[in-house]
């Protein structure tokens, strides 16, 4: 299935890009293709040089939200490390079904790699 995919991403302080991209290429193929919008996170991670790289790479903005958005959003896979140092919880599934905007669904509910939680969102057809 293919569409405009929404990429909310989780990641450790330092993250290498192709840790993320590598992370992401597989939700995408799992997600059945499509073209991403953008990629989203927590604001404290809107730094970090791996998820701007990562970005950059895909030629799409990275979007923070701060953790109060985040944690209203429902999350189907919520995670307690998330809740705990940041507030909310989840990043990676709130943040792309926030970006997606009123009414996406989760195309792919969060994965992980050592350092990266990845979520594929779209906007219903």
Known sequence: MSG??????????DVAADEVLDLL?????E???????????VDVRSAEPGLLAAAERLGVPLTAYAPGVLAAQPVPHPSEAARRVLGTPGVAEAAALLAAGPGAVLAVPK?????VTAAVARRPA
């Open 4 to 13: 405009v995919l929404y990429v909310g991403v989780g990641a450790c302080r």
């Open 25 to 29: 290429g597989r939700a995408l193929a």
């Open 31 to 41: 997600a059945g293709g499509g073209t991403v919008a953008a990629l989203a996170t």
């Open 111 to 115: 994965r992980k790699s050592a350092h």
